[in-house]
């Protein structure tokens, strides 16, 4: 197989792997890539910021694992997944800490949005997953090498390793990813339409709102590939 899989030591690695998450998130379209990684001035600034973002994040936090697929031909990255594995999970009716959106302006309506964004995704995971889990955050494969099984390699390593510690698995995907996760063995449990509504909002904001920003909530429990009608979430 041309593709391997290792997992990421160095930060430089993140020098190769936010230049696909963009060109990912971009095709087909993710509407959350704007919430997520802002053009502010460039492209390139926009990944240089996202870069150190998810480099102080892994260095931060034991439980991320960030895994690069490589082309053994030319030696690129061409796909990469953000694993984490939270073995303490904190109550679901604990109040969520409001979230600070650096990276947009200061002061911006796309702060104000983003942080409102972040409340309802971030909320939503947790009133859901209340028992020790491994949550895939992201999944990207470059455009072009898409449909080689890149995809699948990288959720495996995270299924494995959630069957070798006995945890569920997890992960927050947008609406066109939902059927490649079923293929995958995970299960469409719930669905959340973030609720964006505020009082007296702007034109900007109302145009915000009415991208799709849906997600679902994809499992899988431990031990096996999910099986609608016996497994159970809850």
């Known amino acids: ?83 984490e594995i939270r073995q303490d999970v904190s109550p679901s009716d604990e109040p969520l800490k409001p979230f600070n959106a650096s990276w947009h302006i200061e002061g911006s309506e796309e702060k104000a949005f983003a942080e409102k964004l972040l409340m309802n995704l971030k909320g939503f995971m947790k009133e859901r997953m209340i028992r020790p889990h491994i949550e895939l955050e992201q999944l990207v494969v470059h455009p072009n090498y898409r449909n080689r099984g890149i995809g699948r390699l990288l959720t495996n390593w995270g299924i494995q390793k959630s069957d070798e510690l ?41 145009q915000y709102a009415a991208d799709d920003l849906r997600v679902f909530l994809m499992w899988r429990p431990v031990g096996h590939d999910y099986r609608a009608g016996e497994d159970k979430l809850a």
């Open 1 to 83: 197989m041309p593709f391997i899989l290792q997992e990421v030591k160095d930060e430089k690695d993140f020098d190769e792997i936010l230049p696909v998450l963009y060109a990912a998130f971009g095709e087909p379209y993710n509407s959350l890539r704007r919430w997520f990684i802002p053009v502010h001035t460039t492209v390139e600034a926009a990944i240089e910021n996202s870069k150190m973002r998810s480099i102080k994040s892994w260095k931060q936090h034991a439980g991320i694992h960030w895994i690069k697929a490589i082309d053994t031909d030319s030696s690129k990255v061409v796909g990469a997944a953000e694993w």
């Open 166 to 206: 006995k945890l569920e698995t997890c992960v927050e995907s947008v609406p066109f990813a939902v059927p490649i996760y079923e293929r995958y063995g995970f299960g469409n449990m719930d669905g959340l339409n973030p609720d964006m509504a505020i009082s007296n909002p702007s034109e900007m904001w109302k």
